[in-house]
T-cell receptor
Framework: IAGITQAPTSQILAAGRRMTLRCTQD?????MYWYRQDLGLGLRLIHY???????GKGEVPDGYSVSRANTDDFPLTLASAVPSQTSVYFC??????????????FGNGTRLTVT | DAKTTQPPSMDCAEGRAANLPCNHS???????VYWYRQIHSQGPQYIIH???NNETNEMASLIITEDRKSSTLILPHATLRDTAVYYC?????????????FGKGTSLLVTP
């Protein structure tokens, strides 16, 4: 079934450790996004990529980095995790060509706890 | 992007229509209204979007006022599985690629 796969599903991480959240889509969508979701704050955009080879900063990019080496993969890296990065992380994608934007498709999230 | 205002929570009886309002008084002429929902422990799911005209699909109907300053998402026959947080977002439909900014949404509880 086509869609977005995120891994891991959940993770407990010691502060100061490095962590990469994986995101893969098989819909050939050119645009991909990372959000974090925290209670009372809704979904906030961390980073995005309009197409392979390009990335941009969202609303809350500090402490995170991304890369987009190909169309399908958009990993999110925490170089040195801090407790405030405890959150649920969602990856999303959509087709962003042809004069209109398709809706966002989301993965089922990664629940990250930084201790 | 225009800011949206939604009630934090609503209740609806199963089988009845659920009408979820959204105010977007600062919306500009080229901004679309999008609705997504998020069922507990899942990623958000697209429902519907529109610009000026009312829209309907297999999931819901979207009613946009003539001045476009508000809209209503209608779930015609709510079921228990429609219990979720519903997000109203306004966004320019363009190739710039910038993502939708989600607010806090409306938590809809469908009761038996």
């Amino acid at each position: 079934i086509a869609g977005i796969t995120q891994a891991p599903t959940s993770q407990i991480l010691a502060a100061g450790r490095r962590m990469t959240l994986r995101c893969t889509q098989d819909m050939r969508h050119n645009a991909m996004y990372w959000y974090r979701q925290d209670l009372g704050l809704g979904l906030r955009l961390i980073h995005y990529s309009n197409t392979a080879g390009t990335t941009g900063k969202g609303e809350v990019p500090d402490g995170y980095s991304v890369s987009r080496a190909n169309t399908d993969d958009f990993p999110l890296t925490l170089a040195s995790a801090v407790p405030s990065q405890t959150s649920v992380y969602f990856c999303a994608s959509r087709r962003n060509r042809g004069g209109w934007n398709s809706p966002l498709h989301f993965g089922n999230g990664t629940r990250l706890t930084v201790t | 992007d225009a800011k949206t205002t939604q009630p934090p929570s609503m209740d609806c009886a199963e089988g009845r229509a659920a009408n979820l309002p959204c105010n977007h008084s600062t919306i500009s002429g080229n901004e679309y209204v999008y609705w997504y929902r998020q069922i507990h422990s899942q990623g958000p799911q697209y429902i519907i979007h529109g610009l000026k005209n009312n829209e309907t699909n297999e999931m819901a109907s979207l009613i946009i006022t003539e001045d476009r300053k508000s809209s209503t998402l209608i779930l015609p026959h709510a079921t228990l599985r429609d219990t979720a947080v519903y997000y109203c977002i306004v966004r320019v439909n363009s190739n710039s690629g910038y993502a939708l900014n989600f607010g806090k949404g409306t938590s809809l509880l469908v009761t038996p």
